[in-house]
C-alpha cells in the first residue's frame, strides 16, 4: 500500500543536539511538507518541497534545516538554535499543483527534551 | 495572509445525534479549496471533506455535509447521527491560489461522542 512513513515515533533530544527526523513516501508525490502540531495552535507549516532539490521557508523556519536528494525523502533536521523543539511533526505530500488533492499525512514524530 | 479560525475548543454530542462545526476564514482570493481533516487519538490526520469555492453546491460525504458561504467565508461542517468513533480533533483547512498548495489550519475543535 502507498503511503508516509515517519521514523522514530518517539525522539528525545539533548541540549545543543541536533536531531533529524525522517520522512518517506512511496505516492511519486512531487510535494512534500513539515508541519508542528502544538496543543490549542493548530498544525503549522515548517518546510516544504515542490521539487527535488529544491525547498521553501514555511511560516515557522526557525532553528530547522531540511533537504531533498530524493523525491520520495524529506528528512527534517531540529537544529540547537530550536530553543523549544518539544512538539508533535507532522509529514504530508501531495500531488504538485493539484490544490484540490488532499495532502496525505504520516503517523507523526513526538519529539520531546531529556 | 490567510487566516482560519474555529472558535470552538471543545464541543460534545450524544451518539446518533447531529452536530455542527464551525470554521470563518479570510481571503481576498476568490479561487481556493477548503478542507476538513479529522485527527483521532492515534494522531493521524485524516481527509475529511472538501469543497471547491468556484463550487456553489455543499460537498457531502455519507455522513458528513458542509455548510459553505463564500460571502460570509464560513465553511461548518455538520456530523450526522454520530458515532463513537467520530470522537477526535477536527482542523479546518484552507489553500489559496498558487501551485505550493500549502495548507493553513484552524486551531481545531475536539469533539467528544458520548453514549
Known amino acids: 500500500d502507498g503511503g508516509i512513513t515517519q521514523s522514530p515515533k518517539y525522539l528525545f533530544r539533548k541540549e545543543g543536539q541536533n536531531v533529524t527526523l525522517s520522512c518517506e513516501q512511496n505516492?511519486?508525490?512531487?510535494?512534500m511538507y513539515w508541519y508542528r502540531q502544538d496543543p490549542g495552535q493548530g498544525l503549522r507549516l515548517i518546510y516544504y518541497?515542490?521539487?527535488?532539490?529544491?525547498?521553501q521557508k514555511g511560516d515557522i523556519a526557525e532553528g530547522y534545516s531540511v533537504s531533498r536528494e530524493k523525491k520520495e525523502s524529506f528528512p527534517l533536521t531540529v537544529t540547537s538554535a530550536q530553543k523549544n523543539p518539544t512538539a508533535f511533526y507532522l509529514c504530508a505530500s501531495s500531488q504538485q499543483g493539484a490544490r484540490n488533492q488532499p495532502q496525505h499525512f504520516g503517523d507523526g514524530t513526538r519529539l520531546s527534551i531529556l | 495572509a490567510q487566516t482560519v479560525t474555529q472558535s470552538q475548543p471543545e464541543m460534545s454530542v450524544q451518539e446518533a445525534e447531529t452536530v455542527t462545526l464551525s470554521c470563518t476564514y479570510d481571503t481576498s482570493e476568490s479561487n481556493y479549496y477548503l478542507f476538513w481533516y479529522k485527527q483521532p487519538p492515534s494522531r493521524q490526520m485524516i481527509l475529511v471533506i472538501r469543497q471547491e469555492a468556484y463550487k456553489q453546491q455543499n460537498a457531502t460525504e455519507n455522513r458528513f455535509s458542509v455548510n459553505f458561504q463564500k460571502a460570509a467565508k464560513s465553511f461548518s461542517l455538520k456530523i450526522s447521527d454520530s458515532q463513537l468513533g467520530d470522537t477526535a480533533m477536527y482542523f479546518c483547512a484552507f489553500i489559496g491560489p498558487g501551485t505550493a498548495s500549502k495548507l493553513t489550519f484552524g486551531t481545531g475543535t475536539r469533539l467528544q461522542v458520548t453514549l
Open positions: 518541497s515542490q521539487i527535488v532539490n529544491d525547498f
Open positions: 505516492l511519486n508525490h512531487d510535494a
